[in-house]
């Protein structure tokens, strides 16, 4: 094997980017539903020319993005209803501090609620740091 595909990496993966997943798969689909229809008055060319694949790779790939736009929604849904129930959770515990004489502004209280529910900072690759 090549030495470069061995061996540890040097530097550190790059976090997950975030970003308007639900749109972007919605826009794909719909770039991928437009060129099936756009190509479709030509199928007896393509037919002719045994580019006719052409044709279904465009179909095929509005199809699998509808299921992608189904997965991100969910997806996306979950994300949201976890951070919602770990704020609930943390302002519960927030009201039940300061209710038994505890500090409004303790620091356990300070951060939002993706830290509340452990989502934020966690990093489930293996790493060399203590």
């Known amino acids: 094997m090549a030495p470069f595909l061995t061996g540890s990496p040097r530097h550190e993966a790059p ?6 997943v639900v749109g972007t798969v919605t826009g794909g689909t719909v770039i991928w539903f437009v060129l099936f229809l756009a190509q479709l008055p030509f199928y007896g060319w393509y037919e002719d020319h045994g580019h006719l694949w052409w ?14 736009i189904w997965y991100v929604r969910k997806r996306d849904a979950a994300i ?14 927030h009201a039940g501090d300061t209710a038994h004489g505890g500090d409004a502004t303790d620091a356990r209280h300070t951060g939002d609620a993706a830290d509340a529910a452990g989502l934020r900072g966690v990093d489930a690759r293996p790493s060399d740091n203590p």
Do not use: M, Q, S
């Open 80 to 93: 949201k209803r976890e951070a919602a129930r770990a704020g609930d959770a943390a302002d519960a515990t």
């Open 15 to 20: 976090e997950p980017l975030e970003g308007p």
């Open 55 to 68: 044709l279904w790779t465009c179909l095929a790939g509005a199809g699998l993005g509808l299921i992608g």
